[in-house]
């Protein structure tokens, strides 16, 4: 088994890797990243894109068509552009979102960056933020992080940060819930 089959795998882990590959030899990863990304962030924009990506009632022609003018007008174009309209010939688009986590996991590895997503009760200062990522870099092994921060004001304080598939949490909110039930059960 080799290193990218072990971060990505099935039908969209193929195509992450098929993308990378390409991507690494054209080098143009952070390009086809950034692009990628964008066509992300459309679709979380957009019901409408959301509903051509997901139906099934869309032939792929009228996707392609479709995907064409969106792209054009958002400045994608390239291997990016390509490999989305491909999968959508290939009517994979349902995954497209996928594909795009795949790749993006592809480029972080090789880029030696890990991403951890970290939930607090209040918007982080620029110390705090600095000190959260700085033990994050002690607890990865010295690798680059990169910190995506949400602020959740209904975990009351403390953080709940997320790194690969390890998660710990430490809100006030879960403190006090454990407490609420550990007070249910002696009671």
């Given at each position: 088994?080799?290193?990218q089959?072990?971060i990505?795998?099935?039908?969209?882990?193929?195509y992450?890797?098929?993308?990378?590959a390409?991507a690494?030899?054209?080098?143009?990863?952070?390009k086809v990243a950034?692009?990628?990304?964008?066509?992300?962030?459309?679709?979380?924009?957009?019901?409408?894109?959301?509903?051509?990506?997901r139906s099934p009632?869309?032939t792929?022609e009228?996707?392609i068509?479709?995907?064409?003018?969106i792209?054009?007008?958002?400045g994608?174009?390239?291997?990016?552009?390509?490999f989305?309209?491909?999968v959508?010939?290939?009517?994979?688009?349902?995954a497209i979102?996928?594909?795009?986590k795949?790749y993006?996991?592809?480029t972080?590895?090789a880029?030696?960056v890990?991403r951890?997503?970290?939930t607090?009760?209040?918007?982080?200062?620029?110390?705090?933020?600095?000190?959260?990522?700085?033990?994050l870099?002690?607890v990865?092994?010295g690798?680059?992080v990169?910190?995506a921060v949400k602020?959740?004001?209904?975990?009351i304080g403390?953080?709940i940060?997320k790194?690969?598939?390890?998660?710990?949490?430490g809100?006030?909110?879960?403190k006090l819930?454990?407490?609420r039930?550990?007070?249910?059960?002696v009671?």
């Amino acid at each position: 088994m080799t290193g990218q089959e072990t971060i990505v795998s099935g039908m969209t882990g193929r195509y992450a890797s098929a993308l990378f590959a390409l991507a690494q030899d054209q080098t143009a990863l952070s390009k086809v990243a950034d692009d990628l990304k964008a066509f992300d962030s459309l679709i979380d924009q957009s019901a409408d894109l959301q509903r051509l990506v997901r139906s099934p009632v869309f032939t792929a022609e009228a996707q392609i068509k479709v995907l064409g003018e969106i792209l054009n007008r958002a400045g994608i174009s390239g291997l990016a552009a390509n490999f989305i309209k491909l999968v959508a010939s290939k009517r994979r688009l349902f995954a497209i979102r996928d594909m795009i986590k795949g790749y993006c996991a592809l480029t972080d590895h090789a880029n030696g960056v890990t991403r951890a997503d970290v939930t607090v009760a209040q918007p982080l200062n620029d110390q705090h933020l600095a000190d959260i990522k700085s033990a994050l870099q002690n607890v990865t092994g010295g690798k680059s992080v990169d910190v995506a921060v949400k602020v959740d004001p209904s975990i009351i304080g403390g953080l709940i940060v997320k790194v690969g598939s390890r998660m710990v949490d430490g809100s006030l909110k879960t403190k006090l819930t454990a407490i609420r039930t550990r007070m249910k059960e002696v009671g």
